[in-house]
Structures are given as C-alpha cells and as structure tokens.
C-alpha cells in the first residue's frame, strides 16, 4: 500500500492528511471524527481547521494546538478533544486515533494505542499485510 491510496481527510498545499488503516482495515481516526461531529460539532470545526493549516502549511507552531507527544507521535488539540497522528513518507501525516481527554496528562493507554496504530499502518505501507492477515 501507498500512502496516496489511503483515504484523504485533506489534500493540503503542503501536506495530505491521511487516514491511517489498520491491519483489519478499521479507520480509528475517522470513526473518532464522524461521532465528534454528530456529538460536538464546535470541536470538530476546529480540529478541522487546525488540520487544514496542518495541510495547507505543513507547520503549526501553537503548542496549545498541536504538539509532539513523543515517539514520533503528534496531538491536535482542541479543548478537551484530541486526535493522535504521525507524519508518514514525505507530504503525508497519517490521522491515528482521537479521544476526549479528561485529566491533565495524555493517557498512557492512548498513546499506546497510536503507537499501534502507527505499527499496523507502517507494516500496511511496507506491504506486511493483506486483507488484515500477516503474510
């Protein structure tokens, strides 16, 4: 798998936001932004357009938008809202997972899960996978 053939959230000036897949073809990311826009249509418009920036510069510099979580892990931030991804081959940042943060630290179980994520979508691009078997 290429990452142009994974489904675009935004086709940027300088960066495709992309959907990561996982080895049983789920879309984690996707999933988590559909419910955030029937349930909070305010966090999704500005998740949205933090992710357009994202795509149309290739940079955010406002740490209380987007930061660095560590293993090559990035947080796009929107109050309480999140949405983990990762920067893919050139031109490409992969959406990861999203999730409702409640205390003041990110999560051990959702940056372990990203990481996962980001494992099984690596493994995909590098061709390790087929129909959600490994080969």
Excluded: H
């Amino acid at each position: 798998m290429d990452p142009s053939q994974a489904e675009i959230y935004y086709d940027g000036k300088c960066l495709k936001i992309i959907f990561a897949v996982t080895a049983n073809d789920k879309l984690p990311a996707k999933d988590y932004l559909d419910e955030l826009l029937r349930t909070s249509s305010e966090d999704w418009d500005r998740i949205r357009r933090i992710l357009c920036r994202l795509g149309d510069t290739g940079k955010i510099f406002n740490k209380q938008q987007f930061r660095s979580v560590g293993n090559g892990i990035f947080e796009v931030k929107a109050g309480s809202r999140r949405v983990l991804g990762c920067y893919v081959k050139a031109g490409y940042f992969a959406l990861l997972c999203g999730f409702k943060k409640r205390g003041r630290k990110l999560p051990k179980t959702e940056k372990t899960k990203a990481l996962k994520i980001r494992s099984e979508f690596e493994a995909k691009l590098a061709g390790q996978f087929q129909r959600g078997e490994k080969t």
